[in-house]
């Protein structure tokens, strides 16, 4: 309890560190909002008029604790560019992104933890090659290149796919999911091979261990060495780096929704910098930091969980 106690508290911080860099850094950058709404020949009357009226008058860490205490209640801001609710235009968006980011995420676990037992275990040599040149093929390929090759095979030459056909989650959730099956897939690859890589190396590890040559020595069978003793040590690296992987998908799916034309935040996010529309930005920033860093703090507690001899330093 006292160490999940402890990390609420970093993860409070770390959280509002992130909210005022995320805040700071778009008063910081070129650009002018009010010359983008009202036009390069708008007098600096007419933009000192919209300034005060968008509240961007006033001291920094004013506006910016006072845009705090509003996020923290669910008010968002308004956009800008659109003149409504930031949390309006988010609310069909991000889910969309999330459900893609948590399908990646799924099959990545699920296709390569059995993967990584099985290539850590395996006693072929032939088998152990194929999966390491396998993987290091998979892990030199951007997602967004294996999209694009994966849009080209199922949408262009086996016809059993099209981009831009998405049905919302609204409509249909599982026409929705069929449509992410291969945005997910393509955003997953390269984790998996990582994974397996990770995986089958920390098996090895584990399979040199004193503890392993000990139960051998006193007949154990090695299906129940490995289930009972090897596994549960193996997987704790690998916890941290699907944690670590969680993040970097969320990333991905951004970056892939643009190439299979989802309607998540990423045309969102893309528009509003370009508009310099700072509360769209800032609230997408501020999300997607809050994901990575809560995915890392049940890491750590899972962490905790798989091995109850690490302690809080």
Request: hydrophobic share 55%; glycine share 6%.
């Amino acid at each position: 309890m006292k160490y999940a106690i402890k990390k609420s508290l970093t993860l409070i911080i770390t959280l509002f560190i992130v909210s005022l860099l995320a805040f700071l850094a778009f008063q910081v950058i070129p650009g002018d909002p009010t010359t983008k709404m009202l036009g390069t020949e708008a007098t600096e009357e007419a933009k000192a008029a919209l300034r005060a009226q968008l509240g961007l008058d006033g001291p920094v860490i004013a506006r910016y604790f006072n845009w705090l205490i509003s996020f923290v209640k669910g008010d968002m801001g308004t956009s800008y560019s659109y003149q409504m609710p930031v949390s309006e235009m988010l609310a069909d968006k991000l889910p969309v992104t999330f459900l893609l980011s948590a399908m990646s995420f799924v099959l990545t676990v699920v296709i390569s933890i059995p993967l990584g037992i099985w290539a850590g275990s395996a006693k072929s040599k032939a088998a152990d090659l194929a999966i390491s040149a396998l993987d290091q093929m998979v892990m030199s390929v951007p997602p967004f290149f294996i999209g694009i090759l994966a849009t080209w095979l199922f949408g262009t030459v086996l016809n059993v796919f099209s981009t831009g056909g998405f049905i919302s989650y609204k409509e249909s959730l599982s026409g929705c999911i069929s449509y992410l099956i291969l945005p997910a897939f393509s955003i997953a690859i390269p984790r998996i091979a990582m994974t397996v890589r990770m995986m089958r190396s920390s098996i090895i590890a584990e399979l040199e261990r004193d503890y392993v040559r000990t139960a051998r020595s006193r007949g154990a069978a090695r299906g129940v060495i490995l289930s009972r003793h090897v596994l549960k040590n193996a997987l704790i690296p690998v916890i941290t780096f699907l944690a670590v992987s969680a993040a970097e998908i969320m990333t991905g799916s951004i970056i892939i929704e643009q190439v299979f034309a989802i309607p998540g935040v990423s045309r969102l996010l893309l528009a509003a910098i370009s508009g310099r529309d700072f509360p769209v930005v800032q609230a997408i920033v501020v999300i997607l930091a809050a994901w990575i860093v809560i995915i890392n703090f049940l890491a750590d507690l899972l962490y905790r969980i798989a091995d109850p001899r690490i302690r809080l330093r």
